[in-house]
């Protein structure tokens, strides 16, 4: 007799790893690693009677909510882990260089662990000299989706970082007395691309002219491509170039790593 279970189980694909980037430094935290996880939803419908969650996503929730999954006097999990080190994506080796990161929701994951990094690093050495830091985070909602919201700000107190751009693409739109590169506050930015269009003349400055880093993390399906766009944009602005003369550009940052992206689809 067959067993259908396991002829079931012979044929399905397996479950493909699930990639995260770490939003800690060892610096900060020795032999520690810190993961930020958006809980896939997936509500009910008629082709699917009753919600559930995604199985990874909703695994972890369950992991940082042990009850009554896992109660709090059971042994913990042990999660497989596989390192993929990315020698590439990480601050500038020379610590006067300017960088601008780019990562709304879960993509701040990575530049978390840049800022603790910078901090200690500001801590061990406060007379030498550091480069200026800007951070373009975006998230739906103020109230409810700013994550590290508290040690960003942290971050902006204590130097490490210079500049923090944040915007909310589903709140109502605020007044705002500040305005930038001719940008009116009647309409405040709701994606991260257009933040980095406000500040087009402090991003073509550290890229073009101070020979900084540009790093992206998040979705590539959309936003990567509209912060590439952005940029182009930005360039073809500020130097008043034709978009082939720009496209050339920013092909030359990638070329010399200076523009680098960890981003999924």
Not at 23 to 28: D, N, V
């Amino acid at each position: 007799m067959i067993d259908r279970c396991a002829f079931l189980s012979e044929h399905l694909p397996k479950l493909q790893p699930r990639p995260y980037s770490a939003a800690s430094s060892w610096l900060r935290y020795p032999g520690r690693l810190h993961l930020v996880f958006n809980v896939v939803e997936f509500p009910a419908c008629i082709a699917r009677p009753a919600a559930r969650r995604g199985l990874c996503t909703g695994w972890l929730f369950d992991l940082v909510h042990p009850v009554p999954v896992f109660p709090e006097k059971a042994a913990w999990p042990q999660i497989h882990v596989s390192p993929r080190p990315n020698s590439l994506f990480r601050p500038p080796s020379d610590q006067s260089v300017p960088f601008i990161m780019i990562g709304p929701g879960t993509g701040v994951a990575p530049f978390i662990g840049f800022l603790q990094q910078r901090e200690t690093e500001r801590k061990e050495n406060p007379d030498a000299m550091f480069g200026e830091t800007w951070l373009f985070f975006g998230c739906r909602h103020r109230d409810r989706d700013y994550l590290f919201r508290e040690e960003l700000e942290g971050f902006v107190s204590s130097g490490a970082l210079s500049h923090l751009k944040v915007c909310f693409s589903r709140d109502d739109p605020e007044e705002e007395e500040e305005e930038e590169e001719g940008f009116t506050s009647a309409a405040p930015p709701r994606y991260v691309q257009h933040n980095l269009l406000r500040n087009r003349k402090h991003v073509t400055d550290i890229l073009l002219t101070q020979k900084g880093f540009l790093y992206v993390c998040g979705d590539a399906k959309n936003m990567a491509k509209d912060v590439n766009d952005a940029l182009l944009e930005a360039i073809r602005a500020e130097l008043q170039v034709d978009q082939l003369d720009a496209m050339k550009t920013v092909a030359l940052l990638r070329e010399e790593k200076r523009y680098l992206q960890d981003i999924w689809g």
